[in-house]
C-alpha cells in the first residue's frame, strides 16, 4: 500500500489548512486511516483517525478545530484544520493500519509540512 499526502504549507496563526491523503496498492477496506504528526524533536503523536465506517478520533489539542473525514471509495482521507495555533507547526504524516491485534498491515504516509506562524 502506498500512500500519497497533499496539501500544508505556511499559513498564520488562526488560519486555516487542509490535508488529503490517497492510498493506492492493495488495500483492505475496512482499514483505518489518519493523520499523526511530529514536531521537532518531539515523539510522533496521534491527531486523528477514522474507521472505514466513518467514526473519528481526535486528540484532545485538535478536537473541535480539526475535521477528519474519509472517502472509502476513493480511498483518501482528509483533514480539515480550523484555528491553526503555532504549536500545530510539525510534520504531517498521514496512516493506513488495521485495529486490533499486532498486523503487519501498518502504512505511512511521506509527511507533509504544516508551519503555522504567530
Known amino acids: 500500500v502506498q500512500l500519497q499526502a497533499s496539501g500544508g504549507g505556511l499559513v498564520q496563526a488562526g488560519g486555516s489548512l487542509s490535508l488529503s491523503c490517497a492510498a493506492s496498492g492493495r488495500i483492505i477496506s475496512r482499514q483505518v486511516m489518519g493523520w499523526y504528526r511530529q514536531a521537532p524533536g518531539e515523539q510522533r503523536e496521534l491527531v486523528a483517525t477514522i474507521t472505514s465506517g466513518g467514526t473519528p478520533n481526535y486528540a484532545d489539542s485538535v478536537n473541535g478545530r480539526f475535521t477528519i473525514n474519509r472517502h472509502n471509495g476513493k480511498n483518501t482521507v482528509y483533514l480539515q484544520m480550523e484555528s491553526l495555533k503555532p504549536e500545530d507547526t510539525a510534520v504531517y504524516y498521514c496512516?493506513?493500519?488495521?485495529?486490533?491485534?499486532?498486523?503487519?498491515?501498518?502504512?505511512w504516509g511521506q509527511g507533509t509540512q504544516v508551519t503555522v506562524s504567530s
Open positions: 496512516r493506513a493500519y488495521l485495529s486490533g491485534s499486532a498486523s503487519t498491515y501498518n502504512f
